[in-house]
């Protein structure tokens, strides 16, 4: 499995553009060193845009586009405009939260988010950040982030929300699908009535056109999804798909076709063993009843 590992991973047009940029030059033969010469520019800096690690300006890929004898407007103007909506989305609504998003790279994933038209996600332990209420995500970063003061806390939990109503409640919601293990519904976070309300609104959210809810009931036993929580995110052709793993220091994401592939396969597992979303509402309303007993 190949980790990619960035302190901010690429947003959804600076992988397009990285891409397209390094196509263009592979066309022409050049190498960066080549490159760097004769445009009198850091060859460190060029491999960078190249690979997504930074941003660039219209003026530095206009002289590249010379370079690669790139001469049709319309070609042109596309990678242009790549440049143009990559410097856009790093003036993100979450950038006044940078303080405590930065730490664990949640602000990297929330750009990958943003780009993102498709969330397949698999949770066996807490209910997914997208789906979370206001109350359980206060207890779970609170727990979680003991290094965080209650003000920072705070912060975090208006993120959540805000991500909620931007990737799902937007007038051009993300699709998302969530497989969740019933651990995460048997686990008690916050308290009794904290839980009553997030399974409420497990329920109202898989009623939504855009939101597909799962359950891997402790029936079916081992499966593929005990290797830990994942988050498969689909991009506008021609960005390829890739894979997001968090963890508390170090999240990364797989973008080789092999572990996206792989990552697609047990998650297409998952959905196929797991309890249809009718069956699915019917057990979280059971569980829900249970907690008043």
């Known amino acids: ?40 520019v850091n060859q460190g800096s060029l491999s960078r845009i190249e690979n997504g690690e930074r941003g660039t300006t219209p003026i530095l890929v206009r002289a590249l586009l010379d370079l690669y004898g ?18 856009e989305q790093q003036k993100p609504w979450w950038r006044k939260y940078s303080t405590v998003l930065t730490p664990t790279r949640y602000d990297g994933y929330l750009a990958l988010e943003a780009g993102a038209t498709h969330l397949a996600s698999y949770q066996p332990m807490l ?25 920072q806390v705070e912060s975090l939990v208006r993120v959540r929300m805000e991500r909620q109503n931007s990737r799902l409640g937007s007038e051009t919601p993300a699709r998302l699908w969530a497989i969740l293990d019933e651990a995460v519904l048997r686990r008690t976070v916050g308290s009794t009535e904290v839980m009553h309300d997030q399974l409420r609104k497990l329920v109202d959210a898989s009623e ?13 036993g081992a499966h593929p999804g005990l290797y830990g929580p994942f988050v498969i995110l689909t991009f506008p052709a021609p960005t390829p798909n890739l894979v997001w793993l968090e963890n508390p220091k170090n999240s990364v994401y797989l973008e080789s076709p092999e572990d996206v592939d792989n990552y697609t396969a047990i998650f297409e ?17 059971h569980i829900s009843k249970e907690l008043e007993e």
Do not use: H
């Open 208 to 220: 939504q056109s855009n939101v597909t809810v799962q359950l891997l009931p402790f029936s079916l």
């Open 70 to 87: 790139v001469k049709d407007e319309d070609r042109r103007a596309d990678v242009l405009d790549l440049v143009r909506a990559d410097k």
């Open 127 to 151: 209910v997914p950040g997208l789906l979370q209420t206001e109350s359980y995500a206060r207890a779970v970063i609170s727990q979680m982030r003991k290094e965080l003061s209650p003000p």
């Open 1 to 40: 499995m190949a980790l990619k590992k960035s302190l901010v991973p690429q947003s959804v047009y600076r992988r397009q553009l990285a891409a397209r940029l390094k196509e263009l030059r592979d066309v022409t033969g050049l190498t960066l060193t080549e490159v760097a010469d004769q445009l009198e």
């Open 269 to 285: 597992q998952l959905r196929d063993t797991a309890l249809d979303t009718s069956e699915t509402r019917t057990r979280i309303a």
